[in-house]
């Protein structure tokens, strides 16, 4: 069975904050995906990084950051000087057991006040 | 990159009429497509994975008959939600796959029934 939590409901920052958004996964697998995606209020989801489980390299993308722990089965997403067009809902999500279809994780409400 | 497209992209009808929803790969050919359902605040459930040419395979407890999924090419996957009611409300995505490895998601269709 493969499962992602999402602890944090909502995070509400002001803007140049720094934000890490948490994500736990469960899998019996040692080949595994990891994913996470951004979702506006328009409703798109746009897809962020993908992460092999045979890569535990940190990964940074302009303001964008992913800590990828095997060891606590964690792939935190952290964004730095955040912006108020960061405000969306994230999800994280998580492709075990030879399947490529994503398990999501109930998603952060992330709110960058101006 | 891989583009997916549905239409409409918001639909408002009335309680007992049945709506249907387009999914279309733009530049690639999905030999799989899939169709999920998000409601206010909560996570993507998947529904229902169709192939190309064949029956969808559907999720344990959402209703085929109520559902009708139809994969007629390699570029179009059709969603028809039959004698459609308030419940039925939701946000409706599709993804695509041309391999076994990356979804490639639609922009979402908001259905609301009254």
């Known amino acids: 069975a493969q499962k992602v939590t999402q602890a944090q409901t909502e995070i509400s920052v002001v803007e140049k904050e720094d934000v890490t958004l948490d994500c736990v996964y469960e899998?019996?697998?040692?080949?595994?995906?990891l994913f996470w995606y951004k979702q506006p209020p328009s409703g798109e989801l746009v897809f962020l990084i993908r992460?092999?489980?045979?890569?535990?390299q940190n990964e940074i993308s302009g303001r964008y950051s992913w800590n990828f722990q095997k060891s606590t089965s964690s792939f935190n997403f952290t964004i730095t000087a955040s912006q108020v067009v960061d405000s969306a809902v994230y999800f994280c999500?998580?492709?075990?057991?030879?399947?490529?279809?994503?398990?999501f994780g109930r998603g952060t409400s992330l709110i960058v006040h101006p | 990159g891989a583009v997916v497209s549905q239409h409409p992209s918001r639909v408002i009808c009335k309680s007992g009429t049945s709506v249907k929803i387009e999914c279309r790969s733009l530049d690639f050919q999905a030999t799989t497509m899939f169709w999920y359902r998000q409601f206010p605040k909560q996570s993507l459930m998947l529904m229902a994975t169709s192939n190309e040419g064949s029956k969808a395979t559907y999720e344990q407890g959402v209703e085929k008959d109520k559902f009708l999924i139809n994969h007629a090419s390699l570029t179009l996957s059709t969603l028809t939600v039959t004698s459609a009611h308030p419940e039925d409300s939701s946000f409706y995505i599709c993804s695509a796959s041309a391999s076994r490895e990356t979804q490639y998601f639609g922009p979402g269709t908001r259905l609301l029934v009254l």
């Open positions: 992460r092999n489980s045979f890569d535990e």
């Open positions: 899998t019996r697998d040692t080949t595994y995906y």
């Open positions: 999500a998580l492709e075990s057991g030879g399947s490529y279809i994503p398990t």
